[in-house]
């Protein structure tokens, strides 16, 4: 399996400030057939489901806010959420989806307001 | 709008079996496969399988092998997960979420609380 592995474990930001999280995975999920990256990250905030924020490590999900961006490529990927608000509040977890049928998480981030 | 809507609650003594629903709603049902993960208690997100509605194949995690069952009610686009011999170790939160096998889950249901004690 694909191991996920997200930095830090969590964080506190103030709000209108910059928060990143970063994930990294034990071998690349870029495909050399379609050039794209198998990795989606998800944004869970207590008592809630996960809610999918970006796919392809970039493509931001309908309706999410343009706060919200993903980049990287191959095995290190970024989670970069601008100007803070306080219902960013979560647990974030990366996923690849490039080793199916296991399709494995990071452990989660817990961002928090300074 | 495009919606899963997941069974209730259900608490069993090790050993039972527990079946938890997923109802689908607001698209073609058939068009996208149908994941169940699980969360336990304070804890990350685990892929347990997923089932292809439109022809009823199914894939699931090794760990869960022998004691899992996914199957599909296509009249009521509706999704069943099935877990034998429960122990402690399943207590946890089951989601659904849709998506295809290549690809994100871009659709979750509530999720069912699936508590085993004796």
């Known amino acids: 399996d694909i191991v996920m592995t997200q930095s830090p474990d969590s964080l506190a930001v103030s709000l209108g400030e910059r928060a990143t999280i970063n994930c990294k995975s034990s071998q690349t999920v870029l495909s050399s057939s379609n050039n794209k990256n198998y990795l989606a990250w998800y944004q869970q905030k207590p008592g809630q489901p996960p809610k999918l924020l970006v796919y392809w490590a970039s493509t931001r999900e309908s309706g999410v806010p343009d706060r919200f961006s993903g980049s990287g490529s191959g095995t290190d990927f970024t989670l970069t959420i601008n100007s803070l608000q306080a219902e960013d509040v979560a647990v974030y977890y990366c996923?690849?989806?490039?080793?199916?049928?296991?399709?494995?998480f990071g452990q989660g981030t817990k961002l928090e307001i300074k | 709008q495009v919606q899963l809507v997941q069974s209730g609650a259900e608490v069993k003594k090790p050993g039972a079996s527990v079946k938890v629903s997923c109802k689908a709603s607001?698209?073609?049902?058939?068009?996208?496969?149908m994941h169940w993960l699980r969360q336990a208690p304070g804890q990350g997100l685990e892929w347990v399988g997923f089932i292809n509605p439109s022809d009823d194949s199914t894939r699931y995690t090794q760990k869960l092998q022998g004691r899992v069952t996914m199957t599909r009610d296509t009249s009521t686009s509706t999704v069943y997960i099935e877990v034998s011999s429960l122990t402690s170790e399943d207590t946890a939160i089951y989601y659904c979420?849709?998506?295809?096998?290549?690809?994100?889950?871009?659709?979750w249901g509530q999720g069912t609380m699936v508590t085993v004690s004796s």
């Open positions: 607001g698209y073609t049902f058939t068009t996208y496969y």
């Open positions: 979420a849709r998506g295809p096998a290549t690809g994100a889950f871009d659709i």
């Open positions: 996923q690849q989806f490039y080793n199916t049928p296991s399709y494995t």
